[in-house]
T-cell receptor, first 117, second 112 residues
């Protein structure tokens, strides 16, 4: 399958600081990237959808000023959790979809586990 | 009615048996359908995609789609303990990826 990477794979930060997570599509151009959050034993929750070169579309209840998404190129999207708090601790997963790897499938990155202390 | 529904399980089957996972969706205009496998603590992995009515086989996996009845299923033959995971059904309601909806997942446990 397609390769999508995420960095870092895990991060611990102090409350009030910001954390940036990178998502890269390694072998195809990702016209659309998705950001999900998953709490233990719960379902995936879509946070936002981003198209290359345009503003992200956030799901209802997701604060766009807190979760900053940038999709500046066809291979890179970033999620910045600003002023993180312990309740933001979760498993953040990106997925990518686009040209060259089947227009319809989403391929997931390995995820980033965020712990806010 | 939820857009994509799955039995949350757990579904327990003995090793070597056939595991049958079902998914129903509500939007008739849905175009494409996917099954993802998610191991505990890991991200989802695409295992099957299906776009037209009928069966699609890939190794021990068979996806079945019935658009008239709005259901899609996944059969896992010769189930192995390593198949124990949560299986997510996903439906794409549009021509491209803008309308992806995931089901809540079914937890499968294959007993040795």
């Amino acid at each position: 399958g397609a390769v999508v990477s995420q960095h870092p794979s895990w991060v611990i930060c102090k409350s009030g600081t910001s954390v940036k997570i990178e998502c890269r599509s390694l072998d195809f151009q990702a016209t659309t990237m998705f950001w999900y959050r998953q709490f233990p034993k719960q379902s995936l929750m879509l946070m936002a959808t981003s198209n290359e070169g345009s503003k992200a579309t956030y799901e209802q209840g997701v604060e766009k000023d807190k979760f900053l998404i940038n999709h500046a190129s066809l291979t890179l999207s970033t999620l910045t959790v600003t002023s993180a708090h312990p309740e933001d601790s979760s498993f953040y997963i990106c997925s990518a979809q686009g040209r060259g790897r089947g227009t319809y499938e989403q391929y997931f990155g390995p995820g980033t586990r965020l712990t806010v202390t | 009615q939820k857009e994509v529904e799955q039995n949350s399980g757990p579904l327990s089957v003995p090793e070597g048996a056939i595991a049958s996972l079902n998914c129903t969706y509500s939007d008739r205009v849905s175009q494409s359908f996917f099954w993802y496998r998610q191991y505990s603590g890991k991200s989802p992995e695409l295992i099957m995609s299906i776009y037209s009515n009928g069966d699609k086989e890939d190794g021990r996996f068979t996806a079945q789609l019935n658009k008239a009845s709005q259901y899609v299923s996944l059969l896992i033959r010769d189930s192995q303990p390593s198949d124990s995971a949560t299986y997510l059904c996903a439906v794409n309601r549009g021509n491209y990826g803008q309308n992806f909806v995931f089901g809540p997942g079914t937890r499968l446990s294959v007993l040795p």
